[in-house]
């Protein structure tokens, strides 16, 4: 389970983050929607550890991120919106790496790594180099890495980037299967909303740093008494006209 409690983040005079308060369960697919400079990848970069909150707290799996990171990272699956990949290696020594990293058992690390490059399709190419690897084949491969460990939380930004619509439809069953089936709480960032409204269970939407609605989709229509549009339109509706900080510019 994955738990922000009123947490900030200051860049000297600017509130990226503010008074951030959310709670995703296990088995949970929780999307977080917001405009660009709204704070999705500052609070993003909080919950994969790069970045510490200037105030408040982050509970992964009941371990405190501040106090004891690396329980709370060793739970942990991210995938970035920008993978980097050493490109020298080849995809399955890429797992083999990412499985020392975790200190995984060797056989389990090689079953686990022939399932996942099965799964994200990419058995066939286990032996080629990263570098010959198209965007989409790369992005596969990052997932792949992050489950390696069989994470009970996994923070993803931006999962659709670079894949076509038969690797997105793959993808979007296998974030389904880990939470629905295996209880995995996947927290997601996107600016797609076809994305959002397909897979996922509540939505969370970021306004200037501020969490400005929440709930399912239907929760989140009722809150302005919309009765037609899709995602898109009901987003707009949320964020326009909602006012920065004092002090602050949008």
């Known amino acids: 389970m994955i738990k922000i409690d009123r947490v900030n983040k200051n860049y000297r005079k600017h509130q990226a983050v503010i008074d951030l308060t959310l709670t995703v369960n296990p088995g949970e697919i929780y999307g977080f929607l917001g405009p660009n400079g709204a ?34 990272k060793s739970i942990l699956g991210y995938i970035p919106d920008r993978p980097f990949l050493y490109e020298k290696l080849s995809g399955h020594e890429f797992l083999e790496f990412t499985a020392n990293m975790y200190r995984l058992p060797r056989a389990h ?27 989409g084949m790369k992005q ?12 009970k939380i996994l923070v993803v930004d931006e999962p659709m980037v670079g894949l076509d619509p038969r690797g997105a439809k793959l993808v979007m069953g296998i974030f389904r299967e880990l939470a629905h089936s295996e209880g995995v709480s996947v927290f997601i960032s996107t600016h797609t909303m076809s ?50 900080p004092d002090g602050e510019k949008a």
Not at 119 to 129: R, V
Not at 140 to 151: H, Q
Not at 198 to 223: F, N, P, V, W, Y
């Open 39 to 72: 704070g999705k990848t500052t609070t993003i970069r909080m919950l994969a550890g790069a970045l510490a909150p200037s105030s408040g707290s982050i509970l992964l799996g009941g371990y405190n991120l501040a106090s004891q990171p690396r329980l709370a």
């Open 140 to 151: 596969r491969l990052i997932m792949s890495g992050a489950l390696l460990p069989r994470p």
């Open 195 to 244: 994305l959002a409204s397909k897979l996922c269970d509540r939505i969370g939407i970021i306004q200037h740093g501020r969490l400005i609605s929440e709930g399912t989709e239907q929760e989140l229509r009722a809150s302005v008494g919309a009765v037609g549009g899709d995602l898109e339109d009901l987003f707009l509706e949320l964020t326009t006209g909602v006012e920065p």
């Open 109 to 135: 690390a090689e079953e686990r790594s022939r399932e996942l490059l099965e799964t994200f399709e990419l058995w066939d190419w286990k032996d080629e180099l990263i570098e010959n690897y198209s965007h």
